[in-house]
């Protein structure tokens, strides 16, 4: 079996996914039709074209800017719908979805509105296809802590429906240890910690995120590898890395796929994981990701297999459910005669 057959046929989890950020051009523009809102485009190829970055901060004004266009209940269902068919055709059989509470709040689209319109389409998929899905609500950390902590208050009606707490949006002078003290409470109410580090910050904010947040995973954490002692804490505690090729690409974190550190990580034993982040706007989906390794990396079947595996063992999924995903991986690649 060709390694692209395969990358397609194996069952994945994605466990870095802005739901903001699979905001497709062409429902961007019929939103935008439906609400009347006027946009600096003309036509959907406008938008695309404009998807060109120098940094982080270049694509997150053009996110914001975009998520504008999510006005009522039924833009959101249809915004998790067009990720969870992307799933589908992707083979990702579980997904963990951050979504940034304060880009709608702030503009007066309440939890009311957006968190009934995902989990509608999540009870489909789940009900229709099997698929399982956790939510994790994000903070924005180019806001204050104080904006952060009533953003928890204000999510209390719905918690049973979030599974983890994140931290996202301008990493550059926006250290982890600002949101120590709403972590903290996040922790104590039951959820599960993430936080964006090291991605375009240095890896003082790896560190911070490690030993102040008590963080269960970090998103991104490339430039780990600056820092020898913290590359072995990582790798000793076992604490996961969802990466993001495609989007440390297009967000000039590198400057060609073949600097990507991905596969080094990996051989020195980290748990990393393959992600999209936000696949509308970097130019892929999950398996666009893999495809993309491997045609710069040359990514071979066993490690392919073993980053799959590691989506799960880095997942929030229990212990069994981790056990049966990673024995299907293993059954597919007995009975497809993949070398290992
Ligand atoms: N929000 C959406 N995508 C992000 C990224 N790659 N880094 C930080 N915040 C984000
Ligand atoms: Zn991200």
């Excluded at 249809?78 to 579980?94: E, F, G, P, S, T």
Aim: charged share 25%; net charge negative.
């Amino acid at each position: 079996m060709s390694i692209i057959t395969l990358i397609k046929a194996l069952p994945k989890a994605e466990l870095h996914l802005h739901i903001e950020g699979s905001l497709s051009p062409i429902l961007m523009w019929n939103l935008a039709q439906k609400h009347r809102i006027s946009m600096p485009y003309n036509s959907v190829e406008e938008i695309e074209q404009a998807y060109q970055f120098s940094d982080l901060q270049s694509f997150l004004d053009l996110y914001y800017a975009g998520a504008d266009v999510l006005r009522d209940e039924d833009d959101f269902y249809r915004l998790m719908k067009d990720y969870l068919d992307a799933c589908d055709r992707d083979n990702i059989v579980h997904a963990e979805i951050m979504f940034d509470p304060q880009t709608h709040t702030n503009r007066g689209v309440g939890f009311d509105v957006f968190m009934p319109g995902f989990l509608r389409a999540i009870r489909d998929v789940q009900e229709n296809r099997g698929m399982s899905v956790k939510l994790i609500m994000s903070f924005l950390r180019h806001l204050t802590e104080a904006a952060a902590i009533e953003t928890l208050k204000n999510a209390e009606p719905w918690y049973d429906n979030i599974h983890a707490v994140g931290l996202d949006s301008s990493e550059l002078d926006h250290p982890p240890e600002k949101f120590e003290r709403v972590f903290s409470m996040a922790r104590e109410a039951g959820f599960k910690l993430v936080a964006h580090a090291g991605e375009e910050g240095p890896p003082e904010y790896i560190w911070q995120a490690i030993n102040l947040l008590n963080v269960d995973r970090i998103d991104h954490g490339v430039r780990c590898q600056e820092d020898a002692e913290l590359m072995s804490l990582i790798k000793h505690r076992k604490i996961p890395l969802t990466v993001c090729p495609l989007s440390n690409l297009k967000l000039c974190v590198i400057e060609d796929m073949t600097e990507h550190n991905i596969v080094d990580l990996l051989n020195a034993g980290l748990m990393v994981t393959v992600n999209s982040d936000d696949p509308t706007y970097f130019g892929g989906f999950l398996n666009d990701n893999f495809i993309a390794l491997h045609n710069a990396l040359g990514l071979t079947h066993s490690q392919c297999a073993q980053l799959v595996k590691n989506s799960f063992a880095a997942s929030f999924l229990t212990d069994e459910e981790k056990r049966t995903w990673c024995n299907a991986v293993d059954k597919l690649l007995e009975q497809t005669g993949s070398p290992v």
